[in-house]
């Protein structure tokens, strides 16, 4: 269990990093719908390591193979099996791994789980694990676009305290793409990169904040009490490594404001549709979609795993030190743009079907 | 859909705030456990309405009855039906609402997604709804507490601006609920209080934070990928009525540090016991339990309801005033203390169940 | 676990035959379909025992009670919460059976798995228990009939070796209610008539086959592999009580044909759809509906609960004699008719809401 | 939806006959199980074409490869996926199916729900589907027999109307293997072996009954209501292509008995358990499993393709003849047998995990 995301839209990924390849099960996807292995290779290449100097060196090209589900060209309505083998491993990398516990990573939990572990390269727990996400995302987000026109876009809003100007609701893809940190806000990237130059030569690691909006969101996704949209993108997003926080609209910062200066104004606009003045709502009331851009926040704690000597224990409780040896990314956050938009997709399509079953059938 | 949670300890809440009642159904209960209908109304009782003058003045006694699953005082592992009449309904204080949406709240997106709504006292999207949450939550307590003394005790940690200081390590339920607005720092507490009685007056209202504190939490649970311990609990408090944001351990602040001052150093303690010195993981690593203390945040927006007049749009579009005179919450947060600990009992249920059975049946 | 049917349409039925009461939340149904508590009360009448001489003489009057979902005659898309309070409980009856297990009864195996069992009255495994599913089966039959003018009409094919002339793709409803035994062939029905009143006189019991036919079910109903859809009906019918056989079309006999005799020709219809000359599939083929009428038949085995003296063991493992006391049907057949009315319109309408998810967003 | 089975012993199967492969990820699994492609491949190939001259003359080897999962020759809790590649793939034996439907056959059904379809091989319908299963069910199987030593032995009962002799509590794995049929009765399966020798020569298709009985149960398996035991069954085997029913115990023939005659007597044996004299629940009592031999039979009716010229329609509509050129099997049974064993196993496997997790956590 845990393995499989989504209730109509169903992702199921397996693989470790080291080991036969990493991938994906998409079940419950239409049927007839486009799909190319280029479709999703575009997505897994802005995922994947080794893409700019701000990632980890490793070069693993993660060409993908779509294995089933798709005939000429077009999806089969069964299931959508997505492999992407293992390159590059370097197991001796990580031999040290295999009794020495990497603190703030996985290593010790897993082991006190489930009594065994793949050592190599962080198997299960590494954020290889996500390229799963991201290629079961790349369907998801054609799906909406057809639907709707939704577009989500996710980009780098603060690395630790450097803090990017972004515009949510006129902000471009093309503008994230622009530069090797995935913020809009080219002036202030260029700042970001300069300190991940700085903690990556200091063999240290920094983390920072996400945000992510959606545009053109059919009106109606999300059902109330547990599956609201805002609690279903709170887990998708904080089932992502490292990630620590998340809030919606005005979150925590919202906390401080009165009632009377929080709600979000009704009105009626041009077309006839109610929209509010506002949006601290961040496009979700009551659970569900108001038809205004939905926007989020996701807090990335720093890198675990770090080139500087820490104190730790080993498997057998002895303390001792460790200075990771594998090559691995100062900052996630780059990386992390095309999961957290995967994660944000896979939540919207799987609430898209749900809501065309029940509410779309009799009327 | 969306109205149950949990894969093996299975809750499924009913109910709207005027009708014939709300309640809930929990399945997977594990048999011969001690259970009376006291132990669910202690709880409830916390979350009830009227109890102070925090809370709205609408007086609901909120009497549970145990309609199955229980027999000469323990459960028989069949379903525990729970039933909570409703009393106290006014429907007419809620007349205008049938025709004007209130501002942030979920009057809209209902009449959006569904084409109808009970809009008497806010229908399904009224915390009265919650009920069945704090019923069930107060099952799963027991079972952890019996299982490995697992400990929840949630508390209000900052109402707007003014924040408490806590120690999450050694705070005891009982000065949490030693106050009206359930938090443990009591000089803090009477300035919330005072601040509240302000807002009250302005019919207007205010957010903020709770914390909630695990302890004795037993080692692995959770598991990888989607259904991390921290995805799934940031899923059980987003989906709480109000709730904008979550974090857990070192959170959104931990963003701030770099990898070398964030990662928690392993040592091996005198019973032999893997620990971490420090616990900015927030008691989960890997998406896994390491049996430190969990410790996570939930932002509580203001309430939407106020009795100030707003600018609003009715159902035909046409643009109104609204001035609510339903009876409601200046501050959520005193209520909002067991509902948060009956979504984190909710998941840590689940999730004990989960690994004992895939992870202690071989072993 | 256990207690939930159905993935889209979701059914979760509670209750013990004594004790507070039984019941059901459906969870996923369409808003804005005109439901009454007479609507369910119908079917509820031909589920009661005590309708006719054929079936217990308990007097269970089952009064349903809508706790939720419903607003205005309107199902809100919100849960529908149905209670049917116990009443004519004897617990004295059954008072022996806290010690005793009734051979081929669930008595042992419920103490075997739980360690515990309400012995009143058969507490869960009790017939009472199917009153939540007629009670939800009545929302998917009107689902059903107003998407596609779909029915569902079951009846008696053949009790012991007594065996009814039923022609399926004409009979109607009226017929299988114009005798107590629900059999539409009058003059067979009243031969088992006769026969179960001879096995009553002798405190014995006896079983039967009930035949079910759907007619004007919509082309696409389940999917390939797993919930094919005669897996799901067959799901649904043999976990209704004394259930011991299940068959499809040509079912077992079937199995005498050789391919060239089994296959069903297809040929194309006036209107221009697709059919079949012969209907050996029963309906379904691959999995998935093809639009003829789906026909499937159910084995219920003679009523475990029989007044003569029987070998039998108690609690402690010793062996001794029990003859039941409690009042019981000498013949299940005629209340099973609505029962598996229920089941199969649960599966057609969670699948029919499962086709509409996945084959018509995009087309 | 629908190729995912089980609740805590998960199994997601995909791929069609033609296209990149065809596998299965199981999630799930415990942890540290020994597990090597060795304990796989020896289950496929009992599934696959061309081990003998009664199964179609396809060549395919169906070599597994255990992408993730297993490390070190043990499984490591997370999902384990399998891949089998497709080869000596014939599409152009199939380009008539492009646009003609196979009577009985899952052509039209795929079309009809769909609108597209991989024509090559059946596609996802094609009996290779069940690779997947066959894989995840040799897992399922080592964990019943470490756990309980609980036996799985399917065998063919009858073919058309030769029917063996066969005593479920006795017959061993090596008898069933010992001829090409399937059939411990060796005598008889001479018989059926001649019948199917004929049959090919007539490009004609044939069908009959396979029987299966598990041995060494835990008592407790199955739960109330909905996932009674012998419910999960019956939509495990009916989930395999080509059957049309099920029984269970007394099945449809003990619908011929009084509640007297069938009725299993308990008595206590000599280790002091609980236990009936006769069988006729097969195992299952209450929908749960009480310790005794489960014994069920599916019916399996003729191949759908057949050699011999059969009238139907294409695509179009308009009416035409199909003589199908593929290779095929005359009589599916031999090969089914391991099929029903390994959705037997994965139904028990599941309720075994589900059972551990709810009634043996507490005591």
């Not at 954020?127 to 909406?144: F, N, P, Q, S, W």
């Not at 041009?270 to 205004?292: A, D, F, H, K, P």
């Not at 104190?311 to 200075?323: D, H, P, R, W």
Request: aromatic share 4%; glycine share 10%.
């Amino acid at each position: 269990m845990g393995n499989t995301f989504g209730h109509l839209f169903r992702v199921t990924t397996f693989g470790e990093s080291h080991g036969g390849g990493v991938g994906v099960v998409v079940d419950g996807c239409p049927p007839r719908l486009e799909l190319s292995e280029a479709d999703i290779q575009k997505e897994l290449d802005r995922r994947r390591p080794g893409q700019s100097r701000l990632t980890t060196p490793r070069q693993e090209s993660d060409r993908c193979e779509i294995l089933s589900g798709v005939f000429e060209g077009k999806t089969l309505g069964t299931p959508i099996a997505i492999l992407v083998r293992n390159k590059d491993t370097r197991p001796e990398d990580y031999a040290e791994m295999a009794q020495v516990y990497r603190p703030s990573h996985a290593d010790a939990t897993y082991d006190g789980k489930y009594g065994i572990r793949n050592w190599q390269g962080g198997g299960r727990s590494s954020a290889r694990e996500t390229i799963g996400r991201v290629a079961a995302g790349a369907i998801a987000r054609k799906i909406l676009a057809q639907v709707a026109g939704t577009e989500i876009i996710a980009y780098v809003k603060r690395v630790k305290d450097i803090e990017a100007v972004v515009d949510p609701d006129t902000v471009a893809a093309a503008a994230v793409e622009a530069n090797i940190m995935r913020c809009p806000d080219a002036s202030t990237a260029e700042k970001m990169i300069a300190l991940v130059d700085e903690v990556r030569r200091q063999a240290n690691s920094i983390g920072g904040v996400i945000e992510c909006v959606v545009r053109n969101v059919p009106v109606g996704l999300g059902s109330p009490v547990f599956d609201k949209l805002e609690a279903d993108l709170a887990k998708g997003v904080m089932s992502l490594p490292a990630s620590k926080g998340f809030e919606i609209g005005s979150g925590f910062a919202g906390t401080l404001l009165t009632g009377q200066e929080h709600n979000d104004e009704f009105y009626t606009d041009e077309q006839g549709r109610i929209r509010t003045r506002t949006n601290r709502s961040g496009g979700v009331q009551g659970g569900i979609s108001n038809g205004e851009n939905i926007i989020l926040r996701v807090a990335f704690k720093p890198t675990a795993t770090i080139g500087q000597a820490q104190k730790t224990v080993n498997q057998a409780g002895e303390e001792t030190i460790l200075a990771a040896k594998g090559r691995h990314d100062p900052c996630v956050l780059p990386r992390a743009v095309p999961m957290v938009e995967a994660m944000v997709a896979l939540v919207l399509c799987d609430h898209l079907l749900r809501d065309h079953a029940q509410c779309h059938l009799l009327f």
